[in-house]
């Protein structure tokens, strides 16, 4: 069918269909193949497992289903995270437009017992928390004593030494040998990290060893080893040696260092790089502070170079004639309002006078007043043989009430 197909133009383009149906025959093509990965997704549904499969090595990732039919060559204790090579045969489905890969056969890799194991406990311990970053120490600027854990005359104590002696020559190290292989190893590693880490001394201890096969560095992913390790008050450095097949050491170190020779350079800084920092910036603070100041300095002559600075005596005259104004001006204030307020006083002072009861007194009136001093308003609050008192204009005089002094009340009315 596709081989009568027309080739595609802008005029005569394919249909979807046609596409869709050439892909699903090349595909049909490769019929099964075995591939290997990692399973990073895995769930079953109504007996069918589907799942996704993801490259050891790059960021690649295909789905893949296994129908009921092939469970049984499957095992059964397979799940996420598990690395696996499986039969696979590629089913491109045309009308979703979606590629899979049905499975056939699935097993675990053959990385052998020991392998499956380290990859357990490496899940085990990451799951604890023991690998994650908030647990790394922040390693010392400039550590006056290193411990270092390594083999004895070994080509790994030989680097580390070397090369931190020659980027910081006062620079001290204490070193406790021990077995980095064999059946003594776990033990004897064990037991330097600990001595290490209790010397108050030791401001950072490094785990070096200069590479080996994988059944050698099986002693740095002892899980004792490993949680010693984790629990190292000190900052710990690995430096083992070995890109391949990490040990879990490496996981758990606050540092790791692909070398003995790098853990020196990334442990110990060179005085001769930190001297010629210090260099720099000296003389970048200089420079700084020498323009500061000229700067101030020009500043300070441009405000001395204006006019106002250079004869300031104009500032004491003008303000000297506008204070006298201003005294003027206040005493003349301050003598209009006395004047406004002695006015004032004499008009009430008038006032006062009009309505004074003195000035009704001259005029022949007088005040009759009981003795107790009541004013005496009525005259029923007279009676004959009552006591009184007398006000004039220029004094006063008592005197006794008799019939003929009281009004009668026909006289008042009339």
């Known amino acids: 069918m596709t081989d009568t197909v ?16 050439k892909l699903k025959e090349w595909i049909d093509r490769l019929g099964s193949v075995w591939i290997e990965g990692e399973i990073t997704q895995w769930g079953v549904s109504a007996g069918n497992v589907y799942g996704k499969l993801k490259d050891l090595e790059v960021d690649v990732t295909v ?18 995270g598990d690395r696996v090579i499986a039969l696979v045969k590629p089913n491109f489905w045309p009308k979703g437009g979606t590629l899979s890969m049905q499975v ?31 647990r790394k120490k922040p390693l010392p600027f400039l550590p006056n004593c290193i411990g270092l854990v390594t083999g004895k005359d070994s080509d790994a104590e030989k680097d580390v030494l070397r090369n931190a002696q020659l980027r910081w020559p006062s620079v001290l190290f204490r070193v406790v040998h021990a077995a980095v292989q064999g059946d003594r190893a776990v033990g004897e590693v064990i037991s330097a990290i600990e001595q290490l880490d209790a010397d108050p001394v030791v401001d950072v201890i490094i785990v070096a060893r200069g590479g080996g096969d994988f059944q050698h560095l099986l002693v740095f992913s002892d899980e004792a080893l490993v949680r010693v390790a984790a629990n190292c008050v000190t900052p710990l450095v690995s430096a083992i040696g070995h890109e391949n097949d990490r040990p879990l050491l490496d996981f758990v170190a606050d540092l790791r260092a692909s070398t003995p020779t790098d853990a020196a350079k990334r442990v110990v800084p060179d005085v001769a790089e930190e001297l010629n920092l210090i260099r720099q910036a000296k003389s970048r603070l200089g420079l700084r502070l020498t323009s500061l100041v000229n700067n101030e300095i020009d500043k300070i002559g441009q405000l001395r170079s204006r006019p106002v600075l250079v004869d300031s005596s104009w500032i004491f005259a003008e303000r000297s004639e506008e204070v006298t104004r201003f005294v003027a001006r206040g005493a003349e204030l301050m003598e209009r309002a006395l004047e406004r307020a002695q006015s004032r006083t004499n008009e009430l002072t008038s006032k006062l006078h009009a309505i004074s009861p003195t000035r009704t007194l001259e005029r022949g009136y007088a005040i009759a007043q009981l003795e107790s001093g009541e004013i005496i308003r009525k005259s029923h609050a007279l009676k004959a043989g009552t006591g009184i008192r007398v006000t004039l204009a220029d004094g006063s005089f008592g005197a006794n009430v008799n019939e003929s002094m009281i009004p009668q009340k026909g006289n008042l009315e009339r």
């Not at 789905?63 to 996420?80: A, E, H, Y």
């Not at 056939?104 to 604890?128: C, Q, S, Y």
């Open 6 to 21: 027309a080739p595609t133009s802008v005029d005569s383009p394919w249909p979807v269909s046609t596409l869709s149906t």
């Open 63 to 80: 789905s893949f289903n296994i129908w009921s039919s092939s469970r049984s060559k499957v095992p059964d204790d397979l799940k996420q």
């Open 104 to 134: 056939f056969e699935m097993r675990h890799v053959g990385l052998g017992d020991l392998l499956e194991r380290l990859e357990k406990l490496r899940l085990k311990l990451a799951t604890e928390g023991l690998f994650d970053e908030s």
